[in-house]
Structure formats: structure tokens, C-alpha cells
């Protein structure tokens, strides 16, 4: 019973992290000449899919209009939901959120969204190995994908900043032995590679996203609901703000 319990959950979480990763076929868009070209790069919890759940994008692109700063968030996905006008501006839909994809599929085409958008001055690195964690893969593997995506970030663009999450959890009830196992030594590999990555030109930080987050933030096992996505932006536009142009 407890096998097919576990199982199901799985199914289940595989399920929702696949609800949006259709591609969109689309013409490439025209390369940003921003000073703060921001890639949210990550799943879902970049993706998005409202009404059902959010994605923290709004939520910090409405605090850094509302705050004066020049960016643009750049990235070959388009986010086709309605948003509300910020001071008379249209929410910045660009993203590279592709929901139930991992971090080996992340990386094997990384290069071709590089090529297209050109390079970004800061990544917004969510969830670094969530999906990996949820279907079962090897952490080891996850860790070694996941330098490689900021090697080839800093290959693209040497002096880039990387921001890298140490990611929020999903519900309680979802996190089993062996997942909670997963996110506790990603969370503490997170900060080494931070440290082992950052270089006198490129800085890689990590930033908490798991202290003070509960249940109450997630619209579903793993997806945030709007203050989720509220308390996340937050997060990120602390840092941003003391590194942005």
C-alpha cells in the first residue's frame, strides 16, 4: 500500500510540473537593448498558468515598475495570460519557463534560447532541480546539470549574475522521505555552488526562498498561489535592487 501510495503521489506531481510545458510556436523576438536584461529561467513555477496558479514574474515586474527601474525580462516563451496594467505599462511576458522540464532538458537547450534572446545581464535560476527531485532522478546527476547551466551562462555572458533559489517546498503532505532528502541537500548545494561558481567578474547568489514559506502559499501541491508568488518576488527584488544598473 505504501509503494502504490508513493506511486500515485509521484504520478500525480509529474502530472501538475507537465500541466503548461506545451511549446509555443512563435517568431523569434527581437533582442533586448536593456541595461538589465532579467531571464526568468527555470519550470513552472516560471511558467505560470493562471488563473490555476502564478508565477512570481508579475508580482516583480509590477515592484520594479512601481519603483522606476529600467529592465526587461527576456526569454523565447511568451505568457499569453491577462494581467492588469501597471502605471499604464503592459506586464513584460517574456520568460523561459517550460513546466515539467528538468534540469538536464534545461540544459541540453539553453544555448539555442541564448542564441535567440542574446545574453541576459541577471538569471533568476527557480527551483534549480525540482523537477528532477519530483520524478525520481539522481541528485548527483541534477548537481552536475546545474553547474553546467552556469557554466554555459558565464561562457555566454562573463560577467553575468546569477541568481540560484534555494526553492521554495511544496505542500507537506507531498514531501516524503525521499524527496524531503533531495531538497534538504539541494538546499545546502546550492550554497557551494554559489560559492565554487561565483568569479571576479560573474557573481552567483543564492537566495532563500524556503525560510518563513508555508502551505498557505501554494495554490496546489507545488505551485504558488498569489501571495506565493508576492512572497517570492519579494524575495528577489531585494537583491535585485542592490545589483541592478
Same mark, same amino acid.
Given at each position: 500500500?505504501? /509503494?502504490?501510495?508513493? !506511486?500515485?503521489?509521484? /504520478? @500525480? =506531481? ?23 536584461? @532579467? ?5 513552472? *513555477? ?10 512570481? *514574474? ?5 515592484? =520594479? ?32 519557463? *517550460?513546466?515539467?522540464?528538468?534540469? #538536464?532538458? @534545461? ?8 542564441? $535567440? ?18 520524478? #525520481?532522478?539522481?541528485? !548527483? ?11 554555459? /551562462? ?8 546569477? =541568481?540560484? $533559489? ?22 545546502? $548545494? ?20 524556503? !525560510? ?32 541592478m544598473q
Open positions: 500500500m505504501k /509503494l502504490i501510495i508513493k !506511486t500515485l503521489v509521484t /504520478l @500525480i =506531481l509529474f502530472v501538475l510540473f507537465n500541466s503548461c510545458s506545451k511549446e509555443k510556436e512563435s517568431t523569434p523576438k527581437p533582442k533586448s537593448t536593456s541595461i538589465n536584461k @532579467i531571464m526568468p529561467l527555470g519550470a513552472s *513555477r516560471v511558467e505560470g498558468a493562471r488563473p490555476e496558479y502564478e508565477s512570481f *514574474r508579475y508580482e516583480l515586474w509590477k515592484e =520594479l515598475i512601481e519603483n522606476d527601474w529600467e529592465f526587461d525580462f527576456i526569454g523565447t516563451q511568451s505568457d499569453d495570460a491577462s494581467y492588469p496594467k501597471v502605471e499604464s505599462n503592459n506586464f513584460d511576458i517574456d520568460h523561459e519557463g *517550460r513546466g515539467g522540464w528538468t534540469s #538536464g532538458e @534545461i540544459l541540453n537547450n539553453l544555448n539555442d534560447w541564448l542564441q $535567440e534572446t542574446g545574453s541576459p545581464d541577471i538569471v533568476l535560476l527557480s527551483s534549480p532541480g525540482g523537477n528532477d527531485g519530483l520524478q #525520481g532522478l539522481s541528485f !548527483t546527476k541534477a548537481v552536475s546539470n546545474i553547474n553546467a547551466i552556469i557554466d554555459l /551562462l558565464q561562457s555566454n555572458n562573463p560577467n553575468i549574475i546569477i =541568481l540560484l $533559489e534555494q526553492m521554495a517546498p511544496g505542500k507537506t503532505h507531498i514531501m516524503t522521505d525521499e524527496l524531503t532528502d533531495f531538497f534538504n541537500k539541494m538546499q545546502a $548545494e546550492v550554497l557551494t555552488i554559489a560559492s565554487n561558481k561565483t568569479t571576479d567578474s560573474s557573481q552567483v547568489i543564492a537566495i532563500d526562498m524556503y !525560510t518563513g514559506f508555508s502551505d498557505n502559499l501554494l495554490a496546489d501541491d507545488v505551485h504558488y498561489n498569489e501571495k506565493g508568488a508576492e512572497f517570492i518576488a519579494e524575495k528577489y527584488y531585494s537583491i535585485l535592487i542592490t545589483l
